[in-house]
């Protein structure tokens, strides 16, 4: 009985690298969740700005600013939804990244009238897009396992 619990035993040689493994799957879940922390905070910053960006708007009458905060705060999230979604399925959903980023791009362009922007920063806002929305048409809602 004891020789066989003895032969049936993994080597040490073979533990150590399966330790190893586990102790990287762990801090990889520990960094996504710190970055899904950081991502609600940074929601949660934004969706305070636009609060106050409203109440500017009824002074200033600029709905532009209260747009720039919001997106923002909408950016945060989608980039949250990716993350959980990774920890969950342990897969990238591609549709929603390249959403996230054109997203942010529209934001841009939104604001570029409302915000100091020379026009090479333009063209290359503008040329962002063109790739992003390519990208989607192209690549679709597809989701990259690991």
Do not use: C, W
């Not at 997203?103 to 962002?128: C, E, H, S």
């Not at 990208?135 to 597809?142: E, R, S, T, W």
């Amino acid at each position: 009985m004891f020789l066989n619990d003895v032969m049936d035993a993994d080597p040490p040689q073979r533990r150590a690298p399966q330790r190893i493994v586990q102790v990287f799957e762990s801090a990889e879940l520990i960094l996504y969740g710190a970055v899904g922390v950081l991502l609600v905070v940074i929601a949660l910053v934004a969706l305070a700005a636009e609060v106050d960006s409203i109440v500017s708007y009824f002074v200033s009458d600029s709905p532009i600013i209260g747009l720039n905060f919001l997106i923002a705060a909408i950016i945060a999230l989608e980039l949250l939804m990716t993350v959980v979604g990774y920890m969950k399925t342990r897969s990238i959903n591609l549709g929603l990244l390249l959403g996230a980023g054109l997203t942010a791009m529209i934001r841009d362009i939104i604001v570029f009238g409302y915000q100091p922007t020379d026009l090479q920063n333009f063209a290359v806002i503008l040329l962002a897009t063109a790739v992003l929305v390519a990208a989607l048409y192209f690549v679709g809602d597809k989701t990259i396992h690991t």
